[in-house]
């Protein structure tokens, strides 16, 4: 084989070789000006050593979900909510979900689902009169991910904020109630569709196509989910916690990498946290929610050798409290990680085993489009 004189001819052995040390020092920053600088503000703000807590009734919730075609166009969905509470006898709820959407946008729909359900189960539970209630992952990524977990993304319609103002009124429910999503109820969701036609039709004067219907509908059904967390956030002062065991966040240390990789990097392996800094939790303008709420925010490892967790608080809370907080999940802690999350999570799990339970009762047939082949 010929190579073309004055052009390389490179192995992938020698690009390793001269690509190692510019990407070690992009991902372990610990020389020069940057890295001082970034392992002097890791060693000043964390704070070694987890000290006992005393708090016991600890609450938990999770959720799950799947999904499958049902026909070619149309997704079944299974969406579950669960709650474990330690008390002086165990306490646990679960509640399912099943329904069918068009197959538009749906793995975004169907997620959306199972968080209002997540955050009406949390809801109940604050009736059981817990000490904390742990939610799996962010109230943050909750409330941002309203401008992007819809089909408009940035560019919400203007008309949409008086169609989810009249949706509200015209379903005549109260859109935080019950322990399921009400616009993702097969009966509601029929009207629900209907109702977004005609308004539509209404502000545009020209009859909406298909797609311009099922944007609206996906994105009141979003809607509903955010209106659930601002009632849970009201409530749940001091007492909601969520945990998060993988976040790309940055927004404690503003590095250019996340601040869970920092702090698992170079924090040694021994118990502790961050200094606890608070954000403020803001609601996308289109929901018309114009509260913000404290979130105090930390990072702590919960035992020797284990992997951080982001943790988030609602509200501002004192360091005696965050202590108080800390120590009572390393308490009951399995591996770095509460126990709690960890039986909820399997109480709540929506499998592939249960879908194909799911199938075989509700006598589904497979679509594959290979029918008529006789295959």
Not at 126 to 148: H, N, Q
Not at 235 to 262: T, W
Request: with cysteine; aromatic share 6%; proline share 4%.
């Amino acid at each position: 084989m010929k190579v073309e004189s004055g052009l390389p001819f490179e192995t992938i052995e020698e690009a390793l070789v001269g690509a190692r040390e510019r990407i070690t020092s992009l991902i372990f920053p610990r020389g020069g000006m940057e890295g001082e600088a970034l392992l002097s503000v890791i060693r000043r703000e964390w704070r070694s050593g987890i000290e006992d807590g005393g708090l016991e009734r600890i609450g938990a919730i999770d959720g799950s979900s799947n999904s499958d075609y049902l026909t070619l166009g149309q997704v079944i969905f299974v969406t579950s909510a669960s709650l474990f509470m330690r008390d002086s006898e165990p306490v646990v709820a679960r509640k399912y979900q099943i329904g069918v959407m068009d197959d538009f946008h749906y793995r975004d729909r169907v997620a959306s689902c199972r968080e209002t359900m997540e955050v009406k189960m949390a809801l109940r539970s604050l009736d059981l009169r817990p000490e904390i209630v742990l939610m799996d992952g962010s109230f943050l990524a909750m409330a941002s991910r309203g401008l992007w977990a819809t089909p408009y993304g940035w560019k919400v319609p203007h008309h949409m904020r008086r169609i989810l103002m009249a949706v509200e009124s015209s379903l005549g429910v109260g859109l935080t109630g019950g322990l399921i999503s009400i616009t993702h109820q097969i009966d509601t969701a029929r009207r629900l569709e209907e109702l977004v036609r005609s308004l539509l039709e209404e502000e545009k004067g020209t009859p909406p196509d298909k797609d311009e219907i099922r944007r609206a509908v996906a994105f009141v059904e979003r809607y509903e989910s955010l209106l659930s967390l601002n009632r849970l956030l009201s409530q749940g002062e001091r007492v909601l916690i969520a945990i998060a065991k993988r976040s790309g966040s940055r927004s404690y240390f503003n590095h250019r990498l996340p601040d869970m990789e920092l702090v698992r990097r170079y924090t040694g392996q021994e118990p502790g946290y961050l200094a606890p800094k608070v954000l403020e939790l803001r609601f996308p303008d289109y929901s018309g929610i114009g509260r913000g709420y404290r979130i105090t925010l930390t990072y702590a490892r919960l035992e020797r050798g284990t992997n951080p967790l982001r943790i988030e608080i609602v509200g501002e809370v004192s360091d005696q409290r965050l202590e108080e907080i800390l120590g009572s999940l390393a308490g009951f802690s399995v591996k770095g990680y509460p126990y709690h999350l960890r039986r909820v999570h399997e109480l709540t799990k929506v499998g592939r085993d249960l879908m194909m339970h799911l199938a075989k009762n509700l006598m589904m047939p497979e679509i594959s489009g290979r029918e008529r082949l006789g295959e």
